[in-house]
């Protein structure tokens, strides 16, 4: 037990440093010198000052045609790109680093950034001093302001409640003197203020009445309730891992090869994926990222009705990364990346182990097959590569895989735990009187606690290049057909090919659709022209077009968009969808229909679920886990691990087994 414990204990001991990483890719986020430098330039160039605020600075890529082409050795032309936003106006702007140049400065009329941090310590702030808010809680018998946690939220856009182009934040409460990791467990209901950031005032306050606030929660903290604890049980790699990770980004393993890098906005960016076939190194994605988050809730009340948040353009997934925990978010052999994030400020702070990059193996069979009654069985170990990063978006924790698996398939996965957004109620089980009414539109989920429904929907946006940058989009339908009377069997099923030729969006139902990238300019050994199939995983559910909140989202509309690829075209539901009017990202990127036959184009599935919490989802969540898979079809001449032995390196586990 003691060695073990020594084991663990090493391996916590190698993530003390963190990596410090110098540019040696075109695809490589900015380093923390270069975030200083952009905002240097701009100081300088008289386009920023001290009170300026930036959104978004994160890497301008180079021209997709000179980094296909580009190999080590050859030149990197480091580009920057910000928002910035200075006296209430919007402007962005590219930067030319390597000159201290700028390319471009455009002022975005309309629009609004994503929500910065100083605005959510004005709103708390402003909120926390309001007198009449004061006042109401004295009413709720709270007077210790230091047990108070405010939330502020984006109030998002409404023409039956328009905010034009103010910066305003809706700021409800909670009382937090029961737990320090627990913040949403006892809401002040039907309380809030209503902030405009940008004048620093309250603009209102609204107490819809008196609503006890719900007991205290399960002690999970102190540990004083928790079960005995299992025996140790790691994933661990005693010779090594077999991956290589030149320079903490570029990823070599099992034939793969790809890039990752964090950004402030969509969190990790996956890029210039390869498969090494023999000796070919075949193109399979150029880039994969999560496009855009929206979690809208379903419940119409003046406290609720504007929680309808697109998380990645609001707020950001590389920006609320969250720190991992070895041995519980990822394994303890894992590799842990310290992150430089640029924060509103124009400064920079590091993110320790914010991203984990690890070997799987669930005992699972990666192919097999056994002869009945004979001692012939044929069986290879599975063994997936993980990439991941756990973004906090308030209540909300995510858990963002890339997996590469052996068979030159990858899963893009998603895990929701975290903390259900909590409605207080009078309701203490569904026996009393309030009850009915008190679960229109949610459900009681512990004593006095309802959790709104609501449906969460993960946009991503698939830059596949198979075998190359032209292919096309076929879909696979399968379509039953009756047989001739003389046939034994009455009907079977065939596969119908359809090519789609224009951008749009797909299909509004996915239950008898296969779709596949193809590249028709290639052919294998059976003369298959190569493809990569599109599986989708759930889906949640679309509310009407014609509702506010839907005309910021309307890529949900459709499980699958297909555009042509174009630079500028990066986010699902537009650059700023902050308080927008709605209408912007797919729906325009598609507007003009353009032909993508045997071209290089953009998938934009989306997955996700409607969410109908369940007591057993209260007082944090179980992780529950959605996935999309996008695997080889024809791609290979064969199955291509075939090659895999039997066992690891050293072991035989056959002879090292115990029958009991």
Known sequence: MRNIAKFYLSFLLLLIAPQVLAVTHPMDALTADEIRQTVAILIDKKIADEHSQYPYIGLLEMPKAQLKAWQYGDAINRMAKVVLYKDNETYEIKLDLDRSQILSQKLMAN???????????????????????????KTRGITDLNNIYCSPNPAGHFERQNYGLKRIFKVPCYERSHSKNHLYGRP?????????????????????????????????????????????????????????????????WQNWQFHMRMDKRVGPIVSMVKFKDGDDQRDVAYQMSMAEMFVPYQDPSDNWYYRTFLDNGEFGLGLLASSLTPGADCPV????????????NG????????????????????????VAGEYSNQTRPMVDLVVRTIPVLGNYDYVIDFIFSQNGKIDIRVGATGIL????????????????????????????????????????????????????????IVAPIALPEDEIRASIWRREVLDILEEGGISPSHSHKQWRLVNKNRV??????????????????????????????????????????????????????????????IVKYVADRENIDNQDIVLW?????????????????????????????????QNPTMDVPPFFKGMNPTAASVTQ
């Open 111 to 137: 629009v609004e950034p994503s929500v910065m941090a100083r605005e959510w310590h004005i709103a708390r702030e402003l909120t926390l001093k309001h007198p009449e808010f004061i006042a109401a809680l």
């Open 188 to 252: 002040i209901e039907g309380l809030f203020t209503v902030v405009d950031v940008e004048a620093k005032q309250v603009l209102g306050l609204v107490d819809a009445g008196i609503i006890p606030t719900p007991p205290a929660i399960f002690d999970y903290e102190s540990g004083k309730n928790n079960r005995q604890p299992l025996n140790p049980i790691f994933s661990i790699a005693p010779e090594g891992s077999n991956y290589s990770l030149k320079d903490g980004v570029l990823v070599d």
């Open 333 to 344: 052999n894992a590799t842990y990346l310290t992150i430089n994030m640029p924060n509103d």
């Open 347 to 370: 400064e920079v702070f590091q993110i320790e182990r914010a991203v984990c990059i690890f070997e799987r193996n669930l005992g699972e069979p990666l192919w097999r097959h056994g």
């Open 421 to 476: 957004a909590a409605k207080g109620v009078k309701s203490l089980s569904l026996d009393d009187d309030s009850a009915e009414q008190d679960t229109k539109y949610g459900a009681l989920i512990a004593p006095a606690i309802v959790a709104p429904y609501h449906s969460h929907h993960f946009s991503f946006r698939l830059d596949l290049d198979v075998d190359g940058v032209d292919n096309n989009l076929v879909t696979d």
């Open 524 to 585: 294998n050994k059976l003369k298959y022209t190569p493809s990569y199939q599109l599986i989708l995983g759930h889906q949640g559910t679309s509310i009407i077009p014609q509702d506010d909140a839907q005309r910021r989202a309307l890529f949900t509309l459709n499980a699958l968009w297909v555009t042509k690829y174009n630079a500028d075209e990066l986010y699902s539901a537009g650059d700023y969808p902050n308080q927008s009017l709605g209408g912007e990202g």
């Open 605 to 637: 599935p989306t997955l996700g679920f409607d969410h109908i919490p369940r007591a057993e989802d209260w007082p944090i969540m179980p992780t529950m886990f959605m996935q999309i898979s996008i695997r080889p079809f024809n791609f290979f001449d």
